[in-house]
């Protein structure tokens, strides 16, 4: 069974960091692109961040320069650490796995964490 456990969300004031943890187990996923994803209430699911099984990574406008993917193929983890945090930052924040296809998109997507939730107070 295929399950992605996020971890590391939690609240902190606007100006501080976090990061994101996200552990795969029940197959390796080396040869997959990795992404973030984030969901505000009453929003839709918008892309974060993504890296590819070469380290190539794509990043959403509004965290580029304060976010960063990064991942560790022998532990099956991707990470995503955030800077300089914004109360806009705050959601539940998803690991996903893809199977091929255009990284900043979800439907590219096939397995999902449970989410980890980030808050961020001004």
């Known amino acids: 069974q295929v399950q992605l456990v996020e971890s590391g969300g939690g609240l902190v004031q606007a100006g501080g960091s976090l990061r994101l943890s996200c552990v795969a187990s029940?197959?390796?996923?080396?040869?997959?692109?990795m992404a973030w994803f984030r969901q505000a209430p009453g929003k839709e699911r918008e892309f974060v961040a993504a890296?590819?099984?070469?380290?190539?990574?794509s990043y959403a406008d509004s965290v580029r320069g304060r976010f960063t993917i990064s991942r560790d193929k022998a532990k099956n983890t991707v990470y995503l650490q955030m800077n300089a945090l914004k109360p806009e930052d705050t959601a539940v924040y998803y690991c996903?796995?893809?199977?091929?296809?255009?990284?900043?998109?979800?439907?590219?997507?096939?397995?999902w964490g449970q989410g980890t939730q980030v808050t961020v107070s001004s």
């Open positions: 996903a796995a893809s199977q091929g296809g255009i990284v900043t998109k979800k439907e590219t997507y096939v397995y």
């Open positions: 029940g197959r390796t996923f080396s040869s997959n692109a």
């Open positions: 890296i590819t099984s070469v380290f190539t990574t």
